[in-house]
Structures are given as C-alpha cells and as structure tokens.
C-alpha cells in the first residue's frame, strides 16, 4: 500500500527539462531521502507525486495503483510544504482538523455539508464532532502542541509551525508522507532536535517518508536510502553507508561528504593490485577498473599524515609525500590541507593529545592502505 | 480524453458559467449593437439559435445591410454635430482641467502651502457626488432665480453670470466634479520628475520660474497628457451633465442616443451613435494606457527621494488661496442643495425663505421604496460581483487566464448610457426577455463596476501564496473546496474593499439606471432624475442629500476596513 514507485519519469517546462528519466522504487515503510543542489529537481519530483505537476511522461506508482491521472486531492499523499503552508486564518486546532472536515464534508449529503461548511469558515459557527475533536488533541499531543490548540498559527515559533504543518499531514493518515525541506528554515539547534523527532514519528508509525534537502548530513542521519541527484537525474541511490564508501561518481563523492579526487591512469597489475599514476603519486589500490584514465577518491579520514621517516614502511604500501599548507584544529581531529604536485589534499588524522600537530610549511609523508583508494 | 476528464472539476464548471455569463451580458449585446448598426433593425442572436423562425427573419435582415446608418453620421446633421459637440466638449473640459490643476497638483507635490489638508479633503466631495446631483445644484447656484444670479445682479449685473442650460453650464460642472480624477495624477507626475535635474539647472543660476517653465514642467508632460486623456473618457461618457443641462439645440452623443431609444425606438439611430461612443471611449482609454504603461508611479511612495519642498511665502500663499477658491465650488453646490432641501421656498435670494424637514419627511414617506430599491439593487449587484470578481481574479492569478482578464476589463471603455442600449437592444424578446426587469438591471451594474471590484480582489489574490491552496488541496480538498474553505476567507478583507466601492458606485449610477429600471423597481438615481424632470426640486434635493449621506457613511466604512488592512 505505501509503496511508491517512479518509472522514467520526465518533465519538462516550456523547453527546460527539471526531470529526466527519474526511477525510484520506495518500499513501503521506509525512510527515503532525495538529495541534491539547489535545482537539481528534487521539489519537481515531489511535486509529481503529490500530483501538482503533470508528468510529461513517466509512470508514478503508488501501491499497486498508478496514479498519473488521480488528482492531487485523492492521492492522499500527505505533503509538509517548505514553507509550512499553514492556514494564516485558522488557529491550530483547525488547521490540524481539516482533512477530518474535508472527509466529513465528502461523506455527507449536501443538507450534512452545510454544517462542516459554516464551521470551515468561521469556527463560531459550528463545533466538531466528538471524535475530530479526540483525534486531534491526539495527534497534537503527540507533537507536544496540545497547550497550543487554540492559538493563531502567526503565534508559533518556526519550530512548533513545523510540528503543526506534520500533524495536520499525519492526521489525514497518507499513505506517503512528503517532506519538501522541511527543516530549512529552523536554525541549527533546532534541525537536530527536529530531526529526531521526525525520525522518530516516522518509525512510530511505520509511514513511507521522502524527505527532500540540500543537506546531505541531514540526508545521511535520518534516512534508509538516499537517491542522490543532479541536474534532473538521480545519480545514485542506496544506503548512506553505500553511498559513503562507494559514490559512483566524483559528484557524489564530494556531496556526500568531503572526498580527495585525483586523476590518473591504471598503468598496471601486481598482486591483485592495480597500480595507478598521476601527478605526484604512484597508488596501490584493491579495486579494479576497466578503463585506464581514472578517478580515484580517497576520504580524508583514510589518510595518515606523518612526519618524514617515521612510517614503518613493510605495512604501509601507499606512500606520497607532500607539503602541509593549512593545519586546523577542530578538536577531535586535525584537519590538514596538504599540497601534492598539483593536488591540494584534506586529511583528518586523530588528535592524540600530547602529540606534536604538524605546521605549515612542513614537509610531510602520506599513506593510504590499498582497500581505502576508490577507483570509479 | 481520460486526462481531460480528471481536470474537468467543479472550478472549470464555474470557469464556464463566468464565460458564459460575461458572453451573453456583455459581448453578446455588444456584438448585436455593431450588427443593429448595419441592419437598422433589432437583432436576436439568442433567438435565431433556439427558433428556426427567428433564424430565418434574421437572416432576411441581413439581406438589408447597408452603410446607410455609417454615411448618416456624415449627412444627418444632427448626428455630425452630435459628434462634434460631444468631442468638443470633452476636449475643452480635459484642456480646462489639467490648465486649473497644474497650480494645485504642483502646490501639494512641491511646496509647503498652507492648508494642503483641507484642500485635499474638498477635493473628495466631487468623487461623491452623481454628476446630475451635481448638475442639478448648478441650477440652483446659477439659475435664474440662483443665489449666485442674484449676487451677481446686485453687483450690477445683468442678467445671469453663466446660463447654467448651456454647454458652458455643462462644462462648469464636468470641470469642476471631474477635476480630482486628474489631480491626483498630477501630482504623482509632479513628484516624480527629477529633482536632481532641477536643482542642476538652479545650480546654474536659473531662476525659479525658468526652472519650472523649462525644466520641472517638461518632465511632467507625460503625466500630464495621461491625466487629460483620462478626463476625457470620462467627460466623453458622462450623461447625468448633459441630460439635465443640455439645452434641445445642443446635440451631444449621449443625450442623442438616450433620445433615440427612449424617444423614438429609433434601432438603427440608437445603435450606430453607440457604436461610435464606444470606438471613441475605447480609442481614448488605449491612448491613455500607452502613455501610463511603464511609468510606475507607485515608486513615489515606495523609495521617497529627497524632495525640497518650495517654501517661497508669496507663492505658496498665492497658491493656496487659489486652490481654496476652486475646491470649494463643489462644496458650495453641495451646500445649495442641502440648503434646498430645508427650504419651504426659495426665491431669487440668497437664502432660502424659511426651513423646514418636510421634504425629509415626504421622501421617507412616499418615496421610501427608491430608497429600499437603490439598497435591494445594489446588494443584488454586489453579491453577484464578489462571487464573479472572486472566482475571475482566481483565474487570472492561478490559472493566467489572460482571456478573463481582458474580457473583465472591457466594461471600463463602454460608456453606461452605450452599453445600456446595447442591453436593452439585445434583451426585448425571448428566449431572453430580461429589459424592464430588476435581473437585467443588476447584471447590468455588476458588469458595470466589475472591474473595480475584479481589481481589488485580484490585489488580495496576489498576497495569498500558491502553496496555501496546494495544502488544502494535498489534504483532500477539491479545487473548489479550498477555494471557497481558505482562499475565500483569507480574500475576505479584499472583498469587503471592493463591495463598499461596488455599492457606492451603483447607488450613484445614472446612466443605467435612467435606461433600464422599470418603474416598480425605480432607485433613489432614477427618482431624483425624475422629481428634477417633474419640477419637484425641493424632494429632489432632500433625495440628493439621502443618497450622498449614504455613500458617504459606506465611503468611511471602507476606508476604516483598508486601513485596518495595513
Ligand atoms: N513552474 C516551473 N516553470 C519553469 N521551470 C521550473 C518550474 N518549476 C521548476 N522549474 C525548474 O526546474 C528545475 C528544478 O526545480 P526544482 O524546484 O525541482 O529544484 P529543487 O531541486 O527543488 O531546488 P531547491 O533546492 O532550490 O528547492 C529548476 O531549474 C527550475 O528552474
Ligand atoms: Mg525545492
């Protein structure tokens, strides 16, 4: 039932095409990230789902069902709007309940409409019935909102707006749940308390979750699988660690997290190992690849810096040596910038107190263990 | 087909219902007028649809075209002069006015004149007033027996200072109820000129008055000319002044054409002098958009440059005194006819003879049904167009219906006297029998003023952001739900603007009312028209004072709820 499924979709608008070619496939109950820059087409995407915008073509799928020509309203896809979207006009109470209305309203003949109707538009004139009301001071205390029920939406901070916008979609219960950047417009402390409370509601319940954002921390903590796009396409999709370990491009490498890119070509086999070179390095690496002009990309946390002719060099096979051009201190960690012939490497290294940390200008030795260079 | 039918809902029905109507009140009757103009004689295009009959006399009609109607305009004299007088007028009342306001717009944009409140405030009471109430207290100023007459006289004069029966009397009360439309302008345009220009050419040691002549005056021309265009239309389409002061020898189109219907039935007379106003209203309403198109004065208000207001005492004195004397003409018609409905009789004096609320009382006692009527017609009309101008600015901002917006614009060229002909033509037999009832008197002022309303509701549409409605929607409302559940109610403030300007305009209008009301469904307008006509000027002045009470109590009803939109 709360499956979604996105075949080939595209879309184009007046000659631009937002959306080419586009596959997902949501299971049901999961946490699915779209991740992506500014542009890139993950709002378009959502928007094709929730049904506000028109395929040009493509298959969307939800459940079984597909759904191209269902209009948005009878998708019952529950959307949280970036910018929350809440009714300025009604209070919480009724902002949460108007799904319950709307349902009453499409249930009833048009002399039982008439009361739904009058208290939609004004709340005066006309009360709820029993369980609306119940409903909704349950959800709303499971957002912690319940004290805040009868208040004007315009009277909420960003972050108890956000929690309304989530318990007026949770409360039509959708059978997918649609997250536009929902946490773009809190400040830093509060996206991480926002996060896990998302987080947590979704496992609660158990509902299928896409969660658009820019941020690929964000990305990477909350959700099951991230598909990763850009300029229209999804590049990759998988699991934060798959991700991680093995982005499939160096586009991916750098947005997922900070990665080392450097070119070269494979000029050889020796143990199992292929032998790379490019400018200033010669690499070992475990993986393998068809071609012979290569990207290899290294994380930072893979590379150990050390003072020249301090490594015991039988263990460490990947040796480059290079100039240290900027040293942070970020607390657990030190990062370095490192200069190799025309590369500027991050690396991380452990900070061990007591430890001298490596100043500019200081010539230094790197080494990277064969499994940890990436070839793609 | 399966796509088209899942887009079909209950807002393209409506969509269709607006079409629907604005096809057959609006254009419908306009395009009917046009043919009328070529056959001479009434067309029924709904007819000929529904009854192969019509059908075939409509086409034995059209086997009569002829130019015949076209080329009287050049050979019937009194159509040529009918045109002529008219354009005349409206020309020499445009000239007059942007003349008499370039001292005053200039005053308040760019001096510190004394009493520039006061003169704003005056400068309201025309904007109030029907232009045949207006008309009216001319006469009772500068009529025969006149208390102006008589000051005049007894200075030695002889005879009247002005007839009021004249188009000198017509261009009297245009001039002086029409001018605040171009005032404003006026002054934007004044404000806008560059100032770092001027103080270039002070800086080089011209003079003040060079400056101004040279250089301040030059820059506002454009607004200038936009401003008389606009008084034009309005001069050019205006009937309460002529129908109340044009002497029989003084042919003017709208008189003419009100004549031709209502005297003599004359189909073919009636429809090509509406042709003409409506070509020459629209010619001038388009010229008046190129010259305002891109200049944006509302910038003014938006970054406020460093205005150095000029603070020469002489000047501004001389200025001040100047604008007092001509803003408070039309406080002193007002206060004539106040006064007239008070009076038990008055002569050739300048005060009336003895005061009384008789007149009051005779009004709310015989006449109180015109009263109820203006009320009943105008909510009728104000209903239809909240709901019409509701759903139409939805269209235009969601949706960029263009068509709609144009279609809802065309009212704004189509003088009232042209389009109530064009109504009256179309509507006199079945299938659609409506002239003479209170339903086609209503549709016909909703058309009327729904521009105004469309304007400010489409303002507020603007304000409200897409996504409110896509959540509603995305909750399980239809399109037409979350239009009338959020949308509706967060447009409430805009609506409510729009409705008062609605009401107010339609209690003031004439031109329709005078055409259309049948007798049983008579408004305030039309009573007064017809106590004027009957000699009854005591009752009428006492109606006149009712109606402008009433607009002005809603005007400051309205302007409460604007400002607490801010
Ligand atoms: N209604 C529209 N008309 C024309 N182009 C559009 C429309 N909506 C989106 N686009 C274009 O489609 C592309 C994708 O837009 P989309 O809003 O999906 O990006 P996004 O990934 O959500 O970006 P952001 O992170 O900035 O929200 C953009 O280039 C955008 O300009
Ligand atoms: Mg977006």
């Keep these: ?110 002399v039982a409409k008439l009361p739904v109707y009058l208290r939609l538009l004004n709340r005066k004139l006309g009360n709820y019935p029993k369980y609306i009301e119940q409903k909704v001071m349950e959800i709303l205390e499971y957002v912690e909102l319940d004290q805040y029920a009868m208040r004007l939406t315009s009277e909420l901070s960003g972050g108890q707006q956000q929690r309304v916008a989530l318990a007026r979609s949770l409360l039509m219960e959708p059978a997918v749940l649609l997250m536009d950047e929902p946490l773009s417009n809190l400040d830093q402390k509060l996206r991480h308390s926002m996060r896990n409370t998302i987080r947590r509601i979704q496992q609660d319940l158990g509902i299928t979750t896409i969660f658009v954002t820019h941020d690929q921390e964000e990305a990477m903590s909350m959700a099951d699988r991230v598909a990763v796009m850009d300029s229209g396409e999804v590049k990759q999709i998988g699991t934060p660690i798959e991700l991680y370990s093995r982005p499939s491009t160096p586009f991916i490498a750098n947005f997922v997290g900070t990665s080392n890119v450097l070119k070269g070509s494979v000029i050889g086999q020796e143990n199992g190992f292929s032998i790379i070179k490019g400018k200033g390095f010669i690499l070992k690496s475990t993986n393998h690849a068809d071609q012979t002009e290569v990207n290899l990309i290294v994380r930072p946390e893979n590379i150990k810096a050390f003072k020249p002719g301090t490594i015991n060099e039988d263990k460490l096979t990947n040796i480059i040596d290079g100039t240290v051009l900027v040293s942070t201190y970020l607390g657990s960690i030190v990062r ?41 | 087909m399966k796509n088209w039918l899942s887009s079909f809902n209950g807002l393209s029905v409506v969509k269709i219902l607006i079409y629907v109507f604005f096809g057959v009140f609006l254009l419908l009757p306009l ?88 003169i704003a405030a005056l400068c309201t009471i025309p904007l109030i007033v029907p232009t045949f109430i207006s008309a009216y207290a001319i006469i009772i100023m500068f009529g025969r027996a006149g208390w102006v007459t008589y000051i005049y006289q007894s200075l030695g004069g002889e005879g009247m200072l002005l007839d009021p029966y004249s188009m000198a009397g017509i261009v009297l009360v245009q001039v002086f109820f029409f001018f605040p439309y171009a005032l404003w302008p006026m002054v934007a345009a004044f404000k806008v000129s560059d100032i770092s220009l001027e103080e270039a050419s002070l800086n080089l040691g011209a003079k003040n008055w060079f400056t ?147 007149h009051y009382q005779t009004i709310f006692t015989s006449s109180l049904g015109n009263i109820q009527n203006s009320i009943i017609l105008a909510l009728g009309a104000l209903v239809l167009s909240v709901v019409i101008a509701t759903f139409v600015s939805y269209f235009v901002v969601r ?27 179309t509507f006199n037999t079945a299938p659609l029998h409506l002239t003479g009832t209170a339903l086609l008197l209503i549709v016909a002022y909703t058309i009327r003023r729904l521009p105004y309303m469309v304007r400010s509701t489409m303002g507020t549409m603007r304000a409200i952001k897409q996504d409110i409605e896509e959540a509603a929607i995305n909750l399980g409302a239809t399109p037409l739900t979350a239009a009338i559940t959020i949308i509706g109610p967060l447009m409430l403030p805009g609506i409510a603007a729009g409705s008062i300007l609605v009401f107010i305009t339609v209690i003031k209008e004439t031109s329709i009312s005078i055409l259309l009301a049948p007798a049983d469904w008579a408004p305030m307008s039309l009573a007064i028209f017809q106590n004027i006509l009957r000699g009854e000027y005591y009752t009428a002045a006492a109606m006149s004072v009712v109606l402008v009470v009433i607009v002005l109590i809603l005007q400051a009803v309205g302007n409460r709820i604007s400002k607490n939109q801010l």
Excluded at chain 1, 359 to 374: A, F
Excluded at chain 2, 40 to 47: A, D, H, Q, V
Aim: glycine share 6%; hydrophobic share 45%; aromatic share 10%.
């Design chain 2, 212 to 358: 101004f002549i040279f250089v301040t005056f030059p820059l506002a021309i454009p607004g200038l000319i936009s401003s008389a265009l606009l008084i034009f239309t309005v001069s050019f389409s205006d009937f309460g002044t002529p129908i109340i002061l044009a002497p029989k020898d003084l042919n003017l189109l709208v008189v003419e054409a009100y004549r031709e219907i209502a005297g003599f039935f004359n189909w073919g007379g009636a429809a090509i002098l509406t042709v003409i106003m409506v070509l020459v209203a629209a010619f001038f309403f388009w010229l008046q958009h190129l010259f305002t198109k891109g200049k944006n004065y509302g910038s003014v208000s938006g970054k406020p440059k460093q205005q150095k207001l000029n603070d020469t005492k002489w000047l501004t004195r001389t200025l001040s005194g100047y604008s007092l004397i001509l803003v408070i003409v039309p406080l002193l018609a007002m206060l004539s006819i106040v006064l007239q409905s008070v009076a038990t009789t008055w002569g050739s004096n300048p005060l009336p003879n003895g005061y009384t609320f008789a």
């Design chain 2, 31 to 118: 395009i009917s007028v046009f043919l009328v103009s070529f056959t001479s004689e009434p067309i029924n295009l709904l007819g000929s649809i529904a009854d192969p009959n019509i059908l075939s006399s409509t086409i034995e009609k059209f086997k009569n075209v002829s130019f015949a109607n076209y080329e009287k305009i050049f050979t019937n004299l009194t159509y040529l002069s009918a045109v002529k007088n008219s354009l005349g007028l409206a020309i020499l009342v445009s000239l007059i006015v942007i003349v008499m306001c370039i001292p005053i717009a200039y005053g308040i944009a760019r001096t510190k004149m004394p009493f520039k409140k006061t």
């Design chain 1, 336 to 376: 370095y910038d490192i200069k190799v012939d025309e590369y500027q490497l991050v690396v991380d290294t452990t900070f061990v107190p007591g430890e001298a940390i490596l100043t500019e200008g200081e010539k230094v030795q790197l080494s990277i263990d064969p499994e940890r260079v990436l070839i793609i």
């Design chain 2, 399 to 425: 949706q960029n219906s263009s068509r709609l917006d144009f279609m809802t614009s065309i009212p704004l060229v189509v003088p009232g006297i042209a389009f109530g002909i064009a109504l009256i033509q």
């Design chain 1, 1 to 110: 039932m709360g499956s979604v499924k996105v075949s080939q979709l595209t879309k184009e608008f007046s000659g631009v095409l937002a959306l080419k070619n586009v596959s997902l496939d949501i299971k049901e109950g999961e946490f699915f990230a779209l991740l992506g820059p500014s542009g890139c087409g993950k709002t378009t995407t959502m928007r094709c789902i929730a049904g506000f915008e028109q395929p040009t073509s493509g298959i969307i799928q939800l459940g079984e069902t597909e759904v191209n020509h269902i209009p948005p309203n009878r998708r019952n896809c529950g959307m949280v709007f970036q910018s929350y979207a809440l009714f300025p006009h009604m209070n919480v109470f009724d902002n949460v309940a108007y799904s319950l209305n709307i349902k009453q309203l499409n249930a009833s003949n048009l």
